[in-house]
């Protein structure tokens, strides 16, 4: 499979990437040597190999849901440029 110019052009304003057309075939042979390692992927038998990785096969381990303060609030608050007592101050942003 091999890209025109005008496939390119398209691929790249959907990327929002902005290209000259002095680069236009540059990125043509780039995209078509991607394409070229994606076709010889393809070539590859892999009947009868049992997928690695897949969510499928995965289960996700449970554990109890805790609500905690974290146990370092005066820690977090020392980061803080001001504070009144156990509260961050934010500049007012709503009148």
Do not use: C
Request: glycine residues 10%; negative net charge.
């Amino acid at each position: 499979m091999s890209l025109d110019p005008a496939t390119v052009r398209r691929i790249a304003r959907l990327a929002r990437i902005g290209i000259d057309e002095s680069d236009l075939q540059a990125l043509q042979g780039e995209l078509n040597g991607i394409l070229g390692w994606i076709e010889q992927l393809n070539e590859v038998d892999v009947g009868g190999v049992e997928p690695m990785v897949g969510t499928g096969h995965a289960a996700l381990r449970m554990r109890e849901d805790w609500v905690t303060d974290g146990e370092a609030r005066d820690a977090v608050l020392s980061n803080a440029p001001d504070k009144a007592g156990p509260f961050y101050t934010v500049p007012k942003v709503v009148e």
